[in-house]
């Protein structure tokens, strides 16, 4: 599904998502460049994708293989993230196509990650996703097994593991998510201490539009916006 949104619309928006951005780097005494905005352009059709890139928006985040395959060659500029789950199946379709995938939750697909950048002779960034609150229902590692995946993902040639991402759960307000995204940023310390082998903790992706200001204050370096810029969109 695809929804038009007015450039009005998408500025007021933006400027809202600023202000906010704006009081939680204060609150949290951080910096501006310390934090990646990412939008994440899930049903938003490309040319309001460039509109918004005109604007500004410098890191776009697509969660499916087919649209991001099919909005890819309209999009002018920006970085471009893969943040949705990935199957193994699909890896060579976008390992040349996007500078980070936000979303490894398996061994096996970082396997794969690793031997179809071999063949294109690059090593891939990703990030691994963590089930932070242990939910049934998502994907990721649990906290307890993460330091044993990198271990065993660093052993692979051409992957590079440049830090975490999350989703805790979405019906929770900020404040009820504050806990998953402080044991988030523990994780994340306790990782970069390790030192292990191709990685190196420089980003840890969490908060969306209801919680990006708490994340930001328990350590973000990037958030994961769609909702709060683009409107509420039908999801199919
Ligand atoms: C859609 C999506 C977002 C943005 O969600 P909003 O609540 O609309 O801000 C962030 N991350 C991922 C992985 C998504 O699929």
């Not at 695809?2 to 949290?28: P, Q």
């Not at 593991?161 to 940023?185: C, D």
């Not at 190196?200 to 994961?224: K, N, Y």
Request: aromatic share 6%; glycine share 6%; charged share 30%.
């Amino acid at each position: 599904m695809m929804e038009k949104l007015s450039a009005k619309e998408f500025d007021e928006n933006f400027k809202a998502v600023s202000k906010r951005l704006s009081a939680a780097l204060e609150k949290s005494g951080r910096k501006k460049e310390d934090i990646i905005l990412l939008a994440a352009t899930k049903t938003v059709d490309a040319e309001t994708i460039n509109y918004a890139i005109s604007k500004g928006i410098n890191f776009i985040g697509e969660n499916r293989v087919q649209e991001l395959l099919s909005k890819n060659e309209s999009i002018n500029g920006a970085h471009r993230h893969f943040i949705g789950h990935l199957q193994t199946n699909k890896v060579k379709d976008i390992i040349e196509k996007v500078e980070l995938i936000h979303s490894v939750d398996s061994i096996k697909l970082a396997k794969e990650i690793s031997k179809q950048a071999e063949k294109k002779n690059i090593c891939m960034k990703v990030l691994l996703e963590i089930n932070i609150a242990n939910e049934e229902s998502k994907w990721g590692f649990k906290p307890e097994e993460a330091v044993a995946a990198l271990e065993e993902i660093s052993k692979f040639g051409n992957i590079f593991v440049k830090g975490l991402m999350a989703i805790p759960p979405v019906a929770n307000s900020g404040e009820e998510n504050r806990k998953y995204f402080r044991q988030m940023n523990k994780l994340f310390v306790d990782i970069a201490t390790k030192k292990i082998d191709n990685s190196s903790m420089d980003i840890l992706s969490m908060g969306m539009s209801d919680d990006f200001d708490v994340a930001v204050e328990e350590g973000s370096t990037l958030i994961r916006l769609g909702t709060a810029l683009f409107g509420k969109r039908v999801y199919n």
